[in-house]
């Protein structure tokens, strides 16, 4: 009995973020949702890179790292766990939301460049500060949406 609810209570979880991020979606333009490639929900994580040496005098620095925890996948083919953005390089649109919540869960529309494709789609992938998606490759973040 107890399994039997469990598993229950994950199935409405899961369900609760599809309906919210099918909703959330439907309200976009046809022409931004059009655009997109791969569409997910996922859970912000934000914390920064290992320490990065700059040059031979001892400096070092950190990048900011933005990492989504793929919740719920709504278009294209994710097999990574995370996928990550660079939040410095968000572009310049209404319709991608800025000063991202670490916690939240947020719908993430993107077109993924053929490099961040391969790291997609491999079960094993992960980003890092340097292959970070950015730009052209966000089309929308919409949220933060109920969990």
Known sequence: MWQHTVCCLA?????????????????LPASVRDRATVIIAGELTQGRSACIPTDTMGSHRWYRETSLE????????????????????LPKS?????????????????????????????????FNYRSAMSGDEIVAIVGPIAH
Do not use: C, F, H, W
């Open 11 to 27: 199935l409405l979880a899961v369900n609760g973020v599809t309906a919210t991020s099918q909703s959330k979606l439907d309200a």
């Open 70 to 89: 793929v919740q719920d996948v709504l278009r294209g083919k994710v097999a990574a766990r995370y996928l990550q953005i660079n939040e410095a390089m």
């Open 94 to 126: 209404k319709y991608v939301r800025r000063n991202l919540i670490d916690g939240e869960t947020y719908l993430v529309l993107l077109r993924p460049n053929a490099e961040s494709m391969k790291i997609i789609e491999d079960r094993e992938g992960i």
